[in-house]
Nanobody
Framework: QLRLVESGGGLVQPGGSLTLSCAAS????????IGWFRQAPGKEREGVAY????????KYADSVKGRVTISRDNAKNTVYIQMSSLEPEDTAVYYC???????????????????WGKGTQITVSS
């Protein structure tokens, strides 16, 4: 089955930037739409960004709009999320998830995704 591995997390100061990667193995990513989610301690998992199978459609949560860019390189079997102007409120474990659904609806509903990575921690602190 599809395996997803996130990387690129770490400790960053407020106002800083990070790029996370979501690398896939076992299967090509071409057939999957990808969502990035995050979960802070004591909070529910929430959607951050979404990219369609072709990369032609992207969607962002209001909380990160303007600060986040999602992209994909199907040749490298990898999806990226570039985050800037990071705030302490962005501290969370970030997950990527994949689904085969071709209709770009319910993109921020975790239950609509089949495959999940184990996550990477982002901590925004001075």
């Amino acid at each position: 089955q599809l395996r997803l591995v996130e990387s690129g997390g770490g400790l960053v100061q407020p106002g800083g930037s990070l790029t996370l990667s979501c690398a896939a193995s076992e299967f090509t990513l071409d057939y999957y739409a990808i969502g990035w989610f995050r979960q802070a301690p004591g909070k529910e998992r929430e959607g951050v960004a979404y990219i369609s199978r072709s990369g032609g459609i992207t969607k962002y949560a209001d909380s990160v709009k303007g600060r986040v860019t999602i992209s994909r390189d199907n040749a490298k079997n990898t999806v990226y999320i570039q985050m800037s102007s990071l705030e302490p409120e962005d501290t969370a474990v970030y997950y990527c998830a994949a689904r085969e659904r071709t209709i770009n609806d319910y993109v921020f509903s975790p239950s609509r995704y089949v495959f999940w990575g184990k996550g990477t921690q982002i901590t925004v602190s001075s």
